[in-house]
């Protein structure tokens, strides 16, 4: 059995603590500077370990280490624990820099060790369904996507809605496209807080001709997690918020008629059936935390491996970028 440390016990620390524990296949040990949310956690799950030094924990015989802090913390406690021979994920987005995040994968590499991020959409049923459907080629050639995430809240104070939102939908564009991005430009405003953005639109260009647009805010009358994908053959439609039918594929299409005279060409509009495709129920958590597991086990690479992670960042650098330059397209090494 594994033996991982959780490093953070705030919001999103409890949940993978319970993951961890529900997998049957390790053991965990805890560590957070307020010790009152370690006693907290230990309340809640009786067989957690608590450690009340970071640097002591890691001396110890822990294979891993998941660092769910604020994304301040992510690169030194995560580069400290590659340091120290241990496996380690870190928790969206995976550091505050592209700097950051190339020095931990040379680093990981070096040492032949895991280095994952807690990307957890990659790992939802129905991201990998969607993700299957394209892989088909059931849609056809991909044309373009558009992503919203928004809600009423909540403005976090050390980071923008960039930051904040957009990776999940970075992560599951590059999840499902399999290429990386060419250019990147955004407008946003920082209505609430001055100095940090609490509503941006982003376009993302890549290679393939495909294009992709992601709107994020923290001010909006409700909450909107919807994600549409335009294909050359079908349409699919993604709504995380329903509880049932959280794809529906659109077999609706426009396709052009050469003129059988010298008339102009003709469009011809399809509209087809509505279908929505069987998806498996399990905690996309759950199935993150395992896959962490069987990584650390066999010596494989993550889905959501630190290469993901850095692609992911590199895109939330560079929408603030641009956004600094009122909108000019920020090109992508």
Known sequence: MLKIGVVGCGYWGPNLIRNLIETNRATVVVHDQDKSRMEKVKKRFPSVGLADDYSELLKTDVDGIIVATPVTGHYPLGKQALEQGKHVMLEKPMTSSVAHAEDLIRLAQSKNLVLMVGHTFVYSPAVRKVKELLDSGALGKLLFVTASRVNLGIHQKDVSVIWDLAPHDFSVLLNWLGEKPLRVSAVGRDYVQKGILDVAF???E??????????VAWLAPSKL???VIVGSKKMLVYDDTQAVEKVKIYDNGVTIKDPETFGEYQLSYRTGDITSPRIDTYEPLSAEMSHFLDCIENGTTPHSDGVHGLEVVKLLEAAEQSVKLGGLSVELV
């Open 225 to 227: 997690r919807r994600t």
């Open 202 to 204: 982003i376009n993302i």
């Open 206 to 215: 890549f290679a393939s001709g495909a294009i992709g647009h992601v709107e």
